[in-house]
């Protein structure tokens, strides 16, 4: 039993390579941005209008809970969100609201606990576009939680901002994503990305002397993202890149580019791809002997299930996005203490050291400004999201643009140290010295 859950835990996180991904089916699906955006938005703080009205809904003395609607892939192949990704968040932050009675607000003059209504987009986006309507066209909900993946995400925000309701983000970030904000004031983005995360990058490599990398990126929104902020960044900093390339999302032999990468004699190996990509990888790697002084992988490197799935032993020193541990403040600890005891009886939920605290922070934000504005009104919250701070599981948070400030993050970059992902950002973050150069896979 122990090892079907194993099994079936590796394959839902080989489905996330669609978490910042999902972009590439927006050119068919998704709405045009400028069809239902507010004209003229800039996402600065302020009251934006927004372009349709969603109905009234009077002050009904007799409510007795908030009630938060999605539409969330609970079947079909993203259904992995919903069961690993943000759905555990959701739940856990909804029972913790609710077993303290629910949350005060003032206009009813009472705690009102909250109510989930969220249905199955059976992993399709134009169901899930077609849910959000209903959720606040027929539903009357009171407040939105987010779909699944960028491509949802960037497809459903100019629904919600259409109507005025506000909509934080969780699975799901990109440059792409950033520019469209604008356009969307009641959009909120959680995660962060390339623009924190490459700087980052950049200082460790000068600090470590590393002069030369092999970068390979997956053929998508999120490699060609990566890849084009990283090539600029690090060749500015002094660092030769002997090689570039890409890869389909499907390929299953590594071993032609790692062979190149080796003989390429570069120190560092930076994959800008996928769980399956990434893992596939790390396999190969190991299978010819190839280890280099600075391995970094993509989404699946701030997994728990790293350990499970390679061994403790064989994953240090192994660098992954993110970043954030249980020695980064008491309050992260406290997070991560409470997620395993909420969830260490499913073994098909495995810690995220780098999206599970945004996006739980995510919704402490929202739960605060209801209760700061005193009113169900999403426009009143809305402004309170975007001017105020709050004191949070992840320290003092605040939003710039509509996107939590990059200083408020605990870490971007993480390291396998003794079974721990470390936070080895250069500066105060840093939670242990990196480990450099990796050391070699263990033998046989």
Known sequence: MKKRSLVRLVLSL???LMLLAGCAQTSQNQPSPGSTGTPGSTGAP??????????????????DTIVFGAARSQSGVFAVFDESVFGPIYRMW??????????????YGKKLKIELKIYDDTSDLRTMTRLYEKLILEDKVDFLLPPVSTAFLYAVAPIANRYGYILMGAEGGSATLKESIAKYPYFFSTLNFSDT???ALVDLCKELNVTSAYIVYIEDLHGTEYSGAAVPALTSAGVDIKGIKSVPADIQDMTPILNSAKESG????????????????IGQA??????????????????????????????????????????SSESAAAFAKKFREKWGDHPEISLDWWGHLPYYVGLEVLAQAIERAGTLD??????????????TMMGEVYFVDNMIAGECYLGNIGQWQNGVFEVIDVGPKRTADPIFPKPAWPAG
């Open 378 to 391: 999403n426009a009143k919250v809305r402004d309170i999201i975007a001017t105020e701070k709050f004191d």
């Open 266 to 281: 570069a120190q560092a190996f930076l994959m800008f791809a996928y769980p399956d990509q990434n893992y596939l990888a």
């Open 286 to 327: 190991m299978a010819i002997g190839y280890s280099p002084d600075m391995f970094l992988i993509g989404p699946g490197g701030s997994y728990d299930v790293m350990m499970q799935i390679f061994g403790k032993e064989a994953i240090e020193g192994m660098m992954g996005w993110g970043a954030w541990n249980e020695k």
């Open 94 to 107: 909804a029972d913790e609201i609710n077993a303290d009675g629910g949350l005060y607000v003032e206009e």
């Open 14 to 16: 080989l489905l996330i």
């Open 197 to 199: 995360q490459i700087p």
């Open 46 to 63: 302020g009251s934006p209008e927004p372009t349709e009205t969603a109905p009234s809904k009077p002050i009904d003395p007799n409510k």
